[in-house]
């Protein structure tokens, strides 16, 4: 049988590379950032490193499902349920919004932490139910509806703090990181945004998106390392 068209360019191999570069940089951050949130206890801190591992689901979710389609085309439809890349679809759309929210949360606790539940099990069952709407009434605006509005939040959060912050000389190393991830989490909505046939700027989206990601990598293991010999100094 041969290989749909979309499976046999450019395009098909470098979202796959895309795609494991992500989920890997992310399980990286999440892990190496234990340490710190360990010594630290801070929510913002906790909600930051939960972001990186929804986004590293939701990029193991990306790669499974390409590597379905893949499958599907080598073996015809016989081999997985038909009901397999619906499942897929909502639990990417769940995943890309629990990393929404708990970007979210990690952003506002210092403005909005006591206003916010100190729980935050009320948000998988508002992304399952979200997620659910999106999919079985195939209305994908519900989804980038949110995500811009939260997004649209967030800059205005993370830019005011950025202000105060530097009129008050103590600037939080991560600023610059949680305004990376917006804008990462921004090119992710365009990628939702474009039809399949404008592969040539979806390409160009990834590979703007994947040197983001590498730039925010870059930057937490920056961070971590000078809180690191910081520590290392105060201990001598």
Known sequence: MPLPRFLMGPEFLIELIYSIIVMFSCLVIYFK???????SSYKSIKYFRMTFLFFAISYFLRFFSR????????SGPVFFPRELPSLTTLLLV?????TTFYLFYSI???????ILPETTDYLHVLAIFISSTVIFLNLAIIYVGISVLLLSIMLFLGYSDYVNS?????LSPFSIVYFLLILFLMLNIFDVLIPGF???????IYIASLFLFLLILYKVLKILRVESNDRKKKQT
């Open 67 to 74: 590597v379905i389609m893949l499958v599907l085309a080598l």
């Open 166 to 170: 530097k009129r008050k000389k103590s």
């Open 198 to 204: 404008f592969m040539g700027i979806r390409t160009m």
């Open 108 to 114: 506002s606790m210092k403005r909005l932490g006591k």
């Open 94 to 98: 769940y995943t890309g919004l629990m």
């Open 33 to 39: 950032t234990r340490e710190i949130y360990n010594l």
